[in-house]
Each structure stands twice: as C-alpha cells, then as structure tokens.
C-alpha cells in the first residue's frame, strides 16, 4: 500500500459528491405570491408551533422539519419534487398528497397558502 493511494480515491469520489448534492441554485416564483403577507400568515396560522421558520415569530417548533432555505430543498417532504405549486398544494392539504404524514390539513384560501409558499423560497 502507497502513501498515495488514499488521497487518490478521495480525489476520485469528488464528482460523486457534486453530484449528489440536492443544493439549487435559483428561487421559484410563486405566482401571485406575496411573500411579505406570507410571512404574516405563517405567524397567523402558526405553522411554527411545528415547525422552525427563520425570520417568522416564535416559529420554533419541532415536530416537522425546519422550513428554512427552503428554495434549495430538492424535495417537498421527501417525496415530490419541489416546485411551487406542490407546495402549494402541500400547505393546503398535505394528507390529500400523503396520507401517513403527521402535518393536519389546514383550513386555508389558496391564496394564503401561495403567500406562504412565496415567503418559504424567498427567505433564508
Ligand atoms: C401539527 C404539526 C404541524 C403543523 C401545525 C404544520 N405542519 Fe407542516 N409538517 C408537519 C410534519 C410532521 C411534517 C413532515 C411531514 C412528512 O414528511 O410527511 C410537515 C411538513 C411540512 C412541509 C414539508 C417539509 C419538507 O421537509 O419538505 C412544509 C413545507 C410544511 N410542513 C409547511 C407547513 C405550513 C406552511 C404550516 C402552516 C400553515 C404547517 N406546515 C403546519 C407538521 C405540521
């Protein structure tokens, strides 16, 4: 065994990591998302009593994941690709996509849950 052999395959396993990074780069565009009332409706409807939302009020909870960057999520709950009208529909009624989730339908107007959305991508 050579003293190079290890960084060798190290080096070697670089592409992969780039690969498989779920990381994007650009923010989708909510149509007639208002980001701004978004985040007055997280507070309203308080998904933070759930879920950790950086920049929204006492939004610390810990029962679903983390909502922050959410514009670099690959997936919306692990399973649909994230784009804004899954998320939407997601907000809305989250057991209608997945029926075993833990996360309640919401009573909501779609356009909150498009504000919502709007506030989720745009933040960090
Ligand atoms: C009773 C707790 C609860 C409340 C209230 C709640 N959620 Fe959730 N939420 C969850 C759980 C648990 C998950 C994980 C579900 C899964 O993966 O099946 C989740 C998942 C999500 C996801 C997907 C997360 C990911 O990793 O992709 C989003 C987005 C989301 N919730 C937004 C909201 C919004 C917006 C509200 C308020 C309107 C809200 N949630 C209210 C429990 C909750």
Not at 32 to 57: F, K, N, Q, S, T
Not at 103 to 112: D, F, N, R, T, Y
Request: with cysteine.
């Amino acid at each position: 065994m050579t003293r190079t052999g290890r960084p060798l395959s190290l080096l070697l396993l670089l592409p992969l990591l780039f690969a498989c990074a779920p990381e994007r780069d650009y923010v989708p565009k909510v149509v007639d998302g208002d980001a701004d009332r978004g985040r007055e409706a997280l507070a309203r409807y308080e998904c933070g009593v759930c879920h950790m939302i950086p920049g929204v009020a006492d939004a610390l909870g810990k029962v679903g994941p983390a909502l922050g960057d959410y514009s670099r999520r690959s997936y919306v709950a692990g399973k649909f690709p994230n784009e804004p009208n899954t998320l939407v529909r997601w907000i809305v009624d989250a057991p209608a996509m997945a029926p075993q989730t833990a996360m309640p339908a919401i009573s909501m107007s779609e356009q909150e849950a498009r504000d919502m959305a709007a506030y989720l991508y745009e933040s960090d």
